[in-house]
């Protein structure tokens, strides 16, 4: 899992950004496949996250613990969003994390925007803009259109109802161009709020 989240993480911030807006018309274009970010030190990278594998150790009560795996604040605006890997097309959200997703969102939309996506995706290419994701947003899954299963339909005797579990088929399809769109666009959006 460290090494997925690590990989994940990695594959994130070696990916492009906008490069350049036409004067004319506004319209955006993606000029290079090259990444927008690139971690210079990946020993350096992968040690700073190791060191907080140290600080719970056998004897403390407190144990798990959870990160966010991409936040974006713009203008005071926020986007959050939450990756995980399908097994048997369904991931997996730990009760604990989204509860705190949840919390996150109500308060940060009280004062401001904030959208936070849980982003489903298989082993993919995030180079790739024509590869799939599956997402949803917090307002669906509030609004109740995800289902919050804490047991998996294919194993309904699981003795451990500490996690959500989430189907393929109730998330949006998208491309990884798409996901770099709606962020964008609420990047955009960001840019209309008055502090």
Excluded at 102 to 121: A, D, M, N, P, W
Excluded at 135 to 151: C, T, Y
């Amino acid at each position: 899992m460290t090494n997925e989240t690590t990989d994940l993480i990695d594959t994130l911030y070696d990916k492009e950004k906008i490069r350049q807006t036409d004067t004319n018309s506004q319209q955006i274009t993606r000029k290079s496949p090259k990444a927008k970010y690139q971690i210079f030190d990946e020993v350096e990278f992968t040690r700073g996250r190791e060191v907080l594998g140290d600080l719970i150790v056998h004897g403390m009560i407190a144990s798990g613990g959870t990160d966010i795996d991409w936040l974006i604040e713009h203008n005071g605006g926020f986007i959050i969003l939450e990756f995980k890997g399908f097994h048997n097309d369904k991931i997996n959200i730990p009760k604990g994390q989204m509860i705190a997703y949840e919390r996150l969102h109500e308060k940060l939309s009280q004062s401001t925007k904030c959208y936070l996506y849980i982003v489903g995706c298989d082993d993919i290419d995030f180079s790739n803009p024509d590869a799939t994701l599956w997402i949803f947003e917090m307002k669906q899954w509030k609004a109740g259109v995800i289902p919050k299963n804490i047991s998996d339909f294919d194993n309904d005797n699981s003795s451990r109802k500490n996690k959500f579990v989430v189907y393929r088929e109730y998330m949006e399809e998208v491309s990884i161009e798409k996901l770099r769109e709606i962020v964008d666009w609420h990047w955009k959006d960001f840019e209309k709020i008055t502090p």
